[in-house]
T-cell receptor
Framework: KNEVEQSPQNLTAQEGEFITINCSYS?????LHWLQQHPGGGIVSLFM???GKKKHGRLIATINIQEKHSSLHITASHPRDSAVYIC??????????????FGTGTRLQVFP | EAQVTQNPRYLITVTGKKLTVTCSQN?????MSWYRQDPGLGLRQIYY???????DKGDVPEGYKVSRKEKRNFPLILESPSPNQTSLYFC???????????FGSGTRLTVV
């Protein structure tokens, strides 16, 4: 079993739809990151979460530490949101480290 | 412009010929790290560094070396490349723990 699981693996949406991508993990973590990988291959850091919720534009990320689960929401999706979204966790929680484990990503395609 | 610069972008080499992929950041970030990305396996961490002269293994360090002699540079060294090291490599940096990451543009390495 992978330590970081993302669902769904692939997602197709119509422009304007509300999108949810889920990430579950099995290890104790100090932080969770959401990344976006564009079709050209470049990777951009979207959010870093250690608790609660963050919002940036149409993107919202939440984390529930007790349930070991995070969600990334995209409101009013647009074709330019088409990308692979990757969840990564920094662990262990107990000491200073920059060790990261990644989910295998969710490929999102938004059609006009 | 704040960025992480990787070179080269593309590299084809032969088995056993030592090579170095360079990574440099201009943001005075403490943390730097290397990842490889393979189809079906996603991103995996190779090595990371939390300060000058401090490096530690990620998930897949075998066959790789790194050094952090100065804050801005974190080269990845393959002493004797093998075909199973054919992959897309990313360097990233972060100000410190629980900050977001800035990724380089990637290096596509082919070992024949």
């Amino acid at each position: 079993k992978n330590e970081v699981e993302q669902s769904p693996q692939n997602l197709t949406a119509q422009e304007g739809e509300f999108i949810t991508i889920n990430c579950s993990y099995s290890v104790g973590i100090s932080a969770l990151h959401w990344l976006q990988q564009h079709p050209g291959g470049g990777i951009v850091s979207l959010f870093m979460l250690s608790s609660g919720k963050k919002k940036h534009g149409r993107l919202i990320a939440t984390i529930n530490i007790q349930e070991k689960h995070s969600s990334l929401h995209i409101t009013a999706s647009h074709p330019r949101d088409s990308a692979v979204y990757i969840c990564a966790v920094r662990f262990p929680a107990s000491y200073n480290t920059d060790k990261l484990i990644f989910g295998t990503g969710t490929r999102l395609q938004v059609f006009p | 412009e704040a960025q992480v610069t990787q070179n080269p972008r593309y590299l084809i080499t032969v088995t056993g010929k030592k090579l170095t992929v360079t990574c440099s950041q201009n943001m005075n970030h403490e943390y730097m790290s290397w990842y490889r990305q393979d189809p079906g396996l996603g991103l995996r961490q190779i090595y990371y560094s939390m300060n000058v002269e401090v490096t530690d293994k990620g998930d897949v360090p075998e066959g790789y070396k790194v050094s952090r002699k100065e804050k801005r540079n974190f080269p990845l060294i393959l002493e004797s490349p093998s075909p199973n090291q054919t992959s897309l490599y990313f360097c990233a940096s972060s100000f410190r723990q629980n900050y977001g990451y800035t990724f380089g543009s990637g290096t596509r390495l082919t070992v024949v």
